[in-house]
């Protein structure tokens, strides 16, 4: 038989990869709010340009650290980290940096994620590879980083990012579909092995939120002599509660997640009804 761990969030040691804007952040700053202590690990590099941000530079870490410096000027406990998620070395300097600066570990956030739009016909093996590495390998390699120190510490939650594309099939985003759904069947399995460990497993499976991500998909696929809000209105109308979410709706379930003893091996939409069946 296991043992509960206190629930709330309040002096726990929370890791959030892709902290560093969007989501990731807005995250970050719920757990730090709730008395957490927090590192936001970002990067300023990614390894290939199919992604929505159309460059290997991006300014993830950056933006991280600017969090820090502002929650930290409030008085919350908040560091910034760099990491690459999809980089193996690189995901296991972070987690042996928080064994030596923190000496336990109990809720990692893997909130990360790229797309692109590309037909399947026309799409490279490169961007399909790059696409479904960058959102599914860094699951694998943070979660499997994550066990020993969340076991040592007595066990803890790793929260992992799907999307409503990992829910439904969507054109000409088949990799990132693929790489999305892939999360929800990782995050079932590895559920399944650490379950007696007081360690539990989970996907957050987002809508459709004003972020980067979004606005990049907005440019795809505005049609011909549609403005851009009325792009916005179109995807609106393909929620049912005809509402977009927002960085704190997700951040909220991610909190309940962090702190619920019997949840483990779920896949839960936040995403206004769009993936309901």
């Not at 539990?200 to 440019?219: E, K």
């Amino acid at each position: 038989m296991t043992t509960d761990r206190t629930p709330g969030p309040a002096g726990q040691v929370v890791l959030v990869i892709g902290g560093g804007r969007g989501i990731g952040a807005a995250v970050a700053e719920a757990f730090a709010r709730q008395g957490a202590r927090v590192v936001a690990a970002d990067t300023d590099r990614l390894p290939s340009s199919f992604n929505h941000y159309r460059s290997t530079a991006v300014t993830g870490y950056t933006e991280a650290r600017a969090l820090a410096d502002r929650l930290a000027a409030a008085g919350l406990a908040v560091t910034a980290a760099e990491v690459d998620a999809t980089d193996e070395e690189a995901v296991d300097r972070l987690y042996a940096g928080i064994a030596d600066g923190e000496g336990r570990l109990d809720t990692v956030v893997n909130a990360f994620g790229v797309t692109h739009v590309s037909p399947v016909e026309t799409m490279e093996l490169a961007e399909f590879r790059h696409v479904v590495s960058g959102n599914l390998d860094g699951v694998f390699l943070s979660s499997r980083a994550a066990l020993p120190l969340l076991r040592s510490s007595g066990g803890g939650s790793i929260i992992n990012f799907s999307s409503v594309s990992g829910r439904s099939g969507f054109s000409k985003v088949a990799h990132y579909c693929a790489a999305k759904f892939g999360v929800i069947g990782f995050t079932a399995a590895l559920a399944q092995e650490v379950a007696k460990e007081n360690i539990r497993v989970n996907a957050v499976c987002p809508g459709i939120v004003r972020s980067n991500m979004w606005r990049y998909l907005l440019s795809e696929f505005v049609r011909p002599g549609e403005s851009e809000d009325e792009c916005w209105e179109r995807m609106r109308s393909m929620v049912p509660q005809r509402e977009f979410q927002t960085p704190e709706d997700i951040a909220g379930l991610v909190l309940y997640l962090a702190s619920a003893p019997r949840v483990t091996g779920q896949a839960i939409s936040v995403d206004g009804g769009m993936a309901a069946p």
